[in-house]
Structure formats: structure tokens, C-alpha cells
């Protein structure tokens, strides 16, 4: 049987940079991760599934928080990443090689879901939340971040306008749940009740607490600054830096991100 995610399978199979740049990720990602561990509050002794759960930082995160009684499972399609959570494992975690959509999780078995951006690259997200909500115990929850539209990301829209490139998303993509009501009716769709969508934005630092050499480059390895090589070549990354100079701090480049912070529960 053809996976339904195949693509999503080998893009994230081949994405080394994640990995490589791990500590920037985190940096850059971390305060919106944590709108979304405060929005699940995972308690002692809980078992809680991280979808997308990348090199394993949110899952260290809630294992720390659910403590030595409880457990924490993170689920990736992405080899290379889920090889560097192994590495950092602690006793009360682990990891798997999973796609959330379709992953025979054992029924009812966890008290809360969490993702940090882990959730909008499904091809059939009504059916991959309702797999989830298979997962959780009657009453469990989910919490989960995930990114407005692109053109409510500062950091990212700032740089492509300067190059003048308009990109078009479509399918799978990081801004697939842009659409309050879209995501909405996913829940809705897949079971779950008590839906709570509160649109947040913070600033946070592009490529990580670093200079702006380093958000530059960052910025140029992802799909934006790579459609803005692919239309503007030599004068790619130039273009990139001009654009970010004015929103250089001394803790690195800081620009405004626009989120959904998402609840939900089984009922």
C-alpha cells in the first residue's frame, strides 16, 4: 500500500540541515514551543505523545515535566532526526520512526498529544488528527503550534518582498492550517471537542541567538531564501541581508512570527 505521505517521507529523510542546524532551530523555535507545552501542561506521571517530534528537544522538555513516573513518546518520519533524539535519550523517553497519520498507536494510551510544528504536512489532516485522538485516553488532550499565513511571518515575508518573489504554497506545506476555519473544521472532523485557536505573536530570533551573517545563511537554506536563489541568484543573498539588517539586536536577528496556539480534547 502506496504511504500517503511519501513525499513528506522523503523530503524530511533527506533534510540533513535540520539536523545540522539544531541548535538554531531550537533557539529560534523555543518560545513558541513553549506556548504550546504551557497550553497541554503535561503533570507528573503522564504519558504524552510529541508528533513531529524532530532531534527530541520538546520531548526532553515534557519528560522532564511529566517526570520519572511518566513517559514521553516523540514520533518522526525523519531518520537523520530521530538518530540524534537517540542520542540524547533519558530514561523516560522514547522515540519512533512514525507517521502520525497512519501509525498503529495503541488505542487510548496517552494522556496528552503535543507538536512544535509538526502537524500541518499531512496529506489528509482530518484523518491524521482522528488517529491521534484514537491514541489518547477519553478526556486526553491536545496542544499543539502552528504557524498563521505567510504573509503574517515578518521574518520570512520581509526577505522575499525585498527580493520581490512571490511564493505559492500549496499542498503540505508549513502554513497549511493559516486558515483559522481550515484547521478548525480538521478538529472538528477528527473527533475532538472544546476546540480553543488563539492567534499569538512573538519575536523571535532568525537562525538563533547568532549575527546576522548567520540568519542570513539560515535564511537562504530555507524554501524562501531557496526560491529567492532560484529568482535572483548572485544577488540572493545580498538582497537577504539588506532586508534583515534593520531588525539586528545584540541577542541576534529579531523579527515578529504569528502563530496559532491550538487545544483540544477527546471527547
Known sequence: MTDPNSAQVEYWNAAHRWVDAQTQHDEMLEALGQLAIEALDPRPGERVLDIGCG??????EIAALVGPEGHAVGADISAPMLARAHERSVPNTTFVNADAQTYPFDEASFDGAFS?????FFSDPT?????????????GRLAFVC??????????RVP?????????WSGPNPFAFGDRGVLARHLDGAGFVRVDIDGMRRTILVGGRSDLDTAVQFTLEARVGREIVAARGDEAAPLVRAALEPY???????????????RAQHG
Open 248 to 262: 539586528v539586536t545584540p541577542d541576534g536577528v529579531a523579527m515578529e512570527a504569528a502563530v496559532w496556539v491550538v
Open 127 to 139: 484523518a491524521a488528527f482522528a488517529n491521534v485522538r484514537r491514541a489518547l485516553r477519553p478526556g
Open 160 to 168: 522575499a518582498e525585498a527580493a520581490g518573489v512571490a511564493i505559492e
Open 116 to 120: 512544535r510544528f509538526g502537524v500541518m
Open 147 to 156: 504557524w498563521q499565513t505567510f504573509e503574517a511571518q515578518e521574518w520570512m
Open 55 to 60: 532531534t527530541g528537544t520538546t520531548t526532553l
